[in-house]
């Protein structure tokens, strides 16, 4: 028995939406080039801004191998430098999703078209597409589980993201170096025709021939295209032979992608901004209801009750901050901390699931003075331990040049008062431009120098 061809979503006939088209695909296209490569410098920089170069503790990713090849020692000005990068890293990401949707639906017929291989080269431009797309879709969906979730995967969120990151951009580049130079001419093209949003208007796919306006309905045949084409041949794979009836113009269904993205937008990026816009990030965890807690009420990644620090092993009498370097140890109270010079800061805490403080005003021991104190007249890289068991982050190295900036601090107090115990009560480490993972909270052991 024959199946019509019509309900085979390889048969041209299966895909009815008359807005499909190289001018949708090609804008959608043209925004997410942009967009992606955005997301990839931030995220190679917060990968840098992490000090993998260190070591274990910080690698997540320590079989890198070539793709660290840029890394370089994250600077500690402008002390906002990680809210940014990962502030713009998470926000675009999340509000790039309604564009990333709407490209794939836009050239979902070309997936499913046969033959599946007509050459060598097609053959090859399938697979990149095979990974341009399970790649897109792998990034975004680890990103926002990371943000959303904290953890889901098996395993590491960040060896997942890192390599995944590596491979749908090597697929995206080389996308783009194909498809761009076409996505332009499609829009210049377009531009220079007028009017070119009305679904079913042929001016709106330059290059298609087909029956106009009236065939849009009417069409039973296939869009006849002149051969050898390149925009036409796109177009042919794209427009539906049998469109149904519009029933939002293309400039239309461009609009509500941008709506929606512009509501993820404003929905997310007052978690970074902070201030009263935080209480519009209704999407993001540390935003709309979640003030934090502590003097100046602001956000808590972990709480002490979740990181196992109990009342027992924080008390004055029993606490003890240990300085270790090649020279000795020496145990300081946190009495004795208090009397040394003081000094404050004004930083604020910017996480990798892209939620960040406004600047609050730390007060503390600089690390510069800790690390003379161990012995150590230079500033030299730094491990510090936390009284935390178990869990990625009770631990973290430091680089020399955040030891050495006079606004890194190992804080007591936060905002006009002392620490409380979900913001690292004895002592936490607290460092200009960092991510939020170097700020070690709970601080029990530095130790100055390399083994
Ligand atoms: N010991 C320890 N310190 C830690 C963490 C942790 O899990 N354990 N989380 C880090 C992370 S990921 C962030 S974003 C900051 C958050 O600091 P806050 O809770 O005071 O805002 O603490 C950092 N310090
Ligand atoms: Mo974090």
Redesign the pocket.
Known sequence: MRVPSRLLPSSPGFWRSPLRGPWFTSVLGLVLLLGVTVLFVTGLLSYAAYNPGLGGVNDRTPDKGLLGFYLFDWPTDPHWLYRLTQGVHVTLGVTLIPVLLAKLWSVVPKLFALPPVRSLAHGLERITILLLVGGGLFEFTTGVLNVQLDYLFPGSFYPLHFYGAWLFFAAFALHAALRVPLAVRTVRAARAEGNLLAPGDERANPGVHAAGRSGAHAAREPVPVPAGEPVAREADALVATHPDAPTVSRRGALWSVAGGSLLLLVTTAGQSIGGSLRRTALLAPHGGEDP?S?PGA??????AA??G?TTARTREDTWRLELTSRSGTVRLSRERLRALPLHGAALP?????G?S?TDQLWRGVRLRDLAALAGEERPVDVYVE???VH??????WLRANQVADPRSLLALEVNGADLTP???YPA??IVPAA?????????TRMTFGRP
């Open positions: 934090g502590g602001f956000q808590i990644n972990k709480t979740y990181a620090i805490i910017a996480c990798v699931e939620w403080t936390s009284l935390q869990g990625t982050f009770r631990h973290a979900d913001h690292g936490r480490v991510p939020g993972v170097l700020n070690t909270k709970w601080v």
